[in-house]
């Protein structure tokens, strides 16, 4: 989307959360932090003269995309949520969907597995109740105390394909994925690999949000921008 943006000539700003330790560069400015809530984000947009807002954040970080539509309405300034399409099941996969991380961590009640746990780092510890179980982490950044006794921590930065994937869980011995369902290419790599491996997947559903304009695609998001503009 950046990309798109600098090279339409369109002014624009990129917000990091901050929790990647060196996030890519971009060809955009960039500003790293929260902003404090709704009304934070809602000062943020009048104080900066933002024209319009692209919510492109990660499809489970719910909290941003709520104060987004909250700070949006409140300022009168229109906004577009950019949010890949969620993944469907095809012939071969063994998904069990499930509504959140405390329904999946549940279904890991049982004898011990060897479980891909991608998720990310930020909700390790709801698993923590299941520690039978040996986990297999792969993250970008080290994680400082991990929730879990028995895991193998693997470092690394994607978007990575299915035989890279593939050569992981065969290398780690997995019995098991458990992983959200943030749609896109650069994350599907797994779950093709587990279907070639015919290993079961827990797959999380989306978290539920407010009602707003959404976009499947970053030239659908540019061509938004463009009409907003009148151009």
Not at 26 to 50: C, W
């Amino acid at each position: 989307m950046a990309e798109l943006l600098a090279a339409a000539g369109l002014p624009a700003v990129l917000s990091y959360a901050g929790r990647t330790e060196s996030p890519r560069a971009q060809p955009v400015p960039t500003r790293i932090g929260g902003f404090g809530g709704a009304e934070g984000l809602a000062r943020y947009l009048k104080a900066e003269g933002i024209g319009r807002v692209i919510d492109a954040t990660h499809p489970f970080a719910a909290q941003m995309s709520r104060n987004a539509v909250a700070a949006c309405a409140a300022t009168g300034t229109p906004l577009l949520a950019l949010e890949r399409p969620a993944w469907q099941p095809g012939p071969g996969d063994r998904w069990t969907m499930v509504p959140d991380l405390q329904a999946a961590a549940a279904l890991l009640d049982g004898p011990r597995q060897r479980v891909f746990l991608a998720i990310g780092r930020q909700h390790l510890s709801a698993f923590a109740g299941q520690p039978q179980h040996h986990y297999l982490l792969r993250l970008v950044d080290p994680p400082g105390a991990l929730p879990l006794p028995d895991c193998t921590l693997e470092l690394a930065r994607g978007p990575f394909d299915a035989a890279q994937d593939r050569a992981l869980m065969l290398r780690h011995g997995i019995t098991l994925i458990v992983a959200k369902n943030a749609g896109g290419a650069g994350a599907e790599a797994k779950l093709t690999a587990a279907r070639d491996l015919s290993l079961p997947v827990i797959l999380i559903d989306r978290p539920a949000l407010p009602p707003r304009p959404v976009a499947a695609t970053v030239e659908e998001a540019l061509r938004w921008c463009h009409a907003d503009l009148g151009v």
